[in-house]
């Protein structure tokens, strides 16, 4: 079984500490929820694991620790992630893009199985794609270069909740298959429905760690886990 675990990371920006030394654990058939509100440190975070901007702390793959390693060697290793953005290559066709990304022994027919609505636009240029179906081909073109694990940073970004509940339904179907999933989401109560753990993060700092069907039922605490006073800022764990 694939575990990531996350030992005390901190990251900075310009000198100025945005992670303060939080811990964090995905598992294979798991998908972990990072919420938390604007500057709270969560896509800092996920740049701080890849591998894209500089870290502290100890990141453990399968019981590895590969801090000391390259985004893209961290990326060989089963390291992937899903940037925000939408990053396609614009000329290139839907399966173009696929197939830059595609590993020893994988197959297009994971992404068309996982999103067969791009089997019909798999020889369109990808600039030409709808803002969801860019979003469906930068998962599938992650998920053709067989992760172990899959980092996915606010997909739902300027999408309608329609999308946004069948790109949940995919990452669920990707936990189910065995990958382990650390999710960054601003619709939460989306996230925490496809989820089994949460981390709620505030000012750099876990405020939560617990389960995702706990935090759903109770939307007045994960409203004061957003907002609350720093005198609160301690992990609760559920």
Not at 75 to 97: D, I, K, S, W, Y
Request: neutral net charge; glycine residues 12%; hydrophobic residues 45%.
């Amino acid at each position: 079984m694939t575990e990531l675990t996350i030992k005390q990371l901190v990251v900075a920006r310009g000198g100025i500490p945005v992670v303060r030394g939080i811990d964090l654990t995905v598992r294979s058939g798991e998908i972990s929820v990072v919420l938390g509100s604007n500057g709270a440190g969560k896509t800092t975070s996920l740049e701080g694991i890849s591998g894209i901007i500089p870290a502290k702390g100890a990141i453990l793959l399968d019981g590895e620790d590969i801090s000391g390693q390259a985004a893209g060697i961290r990326a060989r290793r089963g390291l992937r992630h899903v940037e925000q953005g939408r990053t396609v290559f614009p000329e290139m066709t839907t399966e173009e893009n696929l197939k830059v990304a595609l590993a020893p022994g994988a197959s297009l027919d994971e992404a068309y199985g996982l999103f067969p609505e791009l089997v019909q636009r798999r020889d369109i240029k990808s600039a030409m794609l709808s803002g969801g179906e860019q979003q469906m081909l930068v998962i599938a073109r992650a998920l053709v270069g067989r992760p172990k694990v899959i980092l996915i940073d606010e997909m739902s970004s300027g999408l309608a909740p329609v999308i946004v509940s069948r790109l949940m339904e995919a990452v669920r179907k990707l936990a189910d298959g065995g990958m382990a999933v650390l999710l960054v989401e601003q619709f939460a109560n989306l996230a925490l429905g496809v989820g089994n753990r949460a981390y709620v993060l505030r000012r750099g700092a876990v405020v939560y760690n617990g389960g995702c069907e706990a935090l759903l039922k109770d939307p007045a605490r994960l409203h004061h886990l957003y907002l609350g006073d720093v005198a609160d800022s301690v992990a609760m764990h559920a």
